[in-house]
């Protein structure tokens, strides 16, 4: 957002601040725009962040598991799909 369009001096008519400011908001790109959006809602994302990770509950895979999938996983992307 550029600071010098959204000064506007007093005793002046023109746009409000207000109105440069939607304007600057509407010019950036959508990816900007979410990174503004998350900027501004920092706190309710991160609350909400904590209360998603009290609610998971805690893998029941063993270390062994784990290695036995990731064997299985390589074992299998060896194998070419056959038509």
Do not use: C, H
């Not at 369009?5 to 790109?29: E, T």
Request: aromatic residues 4%.
């Amino acid at each position: 957002m550029s600071t010098i369009r959204s000064y506007q001096k007093p005793g002046k008519k023109g746009p409000s601040i207000f109105a440069l400011l939607v304007d600057d908001i509407s010019n950036m790109s959508s990816s900007k725009q979410k990174l503004l959006w998350m900027q501004i809602n920092k706190e309710k994302l991160s609350s909400f962040a904590k209360e998603v990770d009290a609610s998971v509950t805690e893998d029941n895979l063993t270390p062994q598991d784990i290695d036995s999938l990731i064997q299985e996983a390589k074992k299998n992307a060896g194998r070419k799909k056959k038509s």
